[in-house]
């Protein structure tokens, strides 16, 4: 009996089963590096994992001392406007009583039916100025005084 005809070539079977021997033998190395990348790269995620979490808690304590100082300052504020707040009450409360103490004092009238009068008229009914009997109180009509004219002497 003969051997039956393949489809195909006998050295593409010789080749193929060559082929598969080189694998099998290059498979450890070939499994331990690519071991080995994936620890590499999972050391890697972790690093970075790690300084983003870092990075995070350094934002969040920033924000944190940030937080904290605009309270502060905000406290300042509430703390002087309240302390602003009581002087003005105070300052009223100190107005008032001088207007309810002016109130009690009595009002200087005015004369002649509401008139205002002049400072010198005010300190004559005071008794502060004392009045000669050529002064009754009448205005003196004011005499303007004439400028001396210079004569210029002419050099000709």
Known sequence: MEAAQ???????ADQRARYSRTLAKRLPDV??????????EKGRLAAALAAREAEKAQREAEMRL???????????MREQRRLMKEEQAALAEKLKADVSE?????????????????????????????TSEEDD??????????KKVSRQSSLS
């Open 31 to 40: 499994l331990a590096a690519q071991a080995a990348y994936e620890a590499e």
């Open 6 to 12: 393949t489809p195909y070539p006998k050295d593409v």
């Open 66 to 76: 940030h937080l904290e100082e605009k309270e502060r300052r905000e406290e300042a």
């Open 137 to 146: 109180g009448e205005a003196k009509p004011k005499v303007k005084k004439q």
């Open 102 to 130: 002016d109130e009690d004092k009595p009002k200087r009238a005015r004369v002649e039916g509401g008139k205002k009068r002049s400072k010198k008229e005010r300190q004559r009914e005071e008794g502060m100025i004392e």
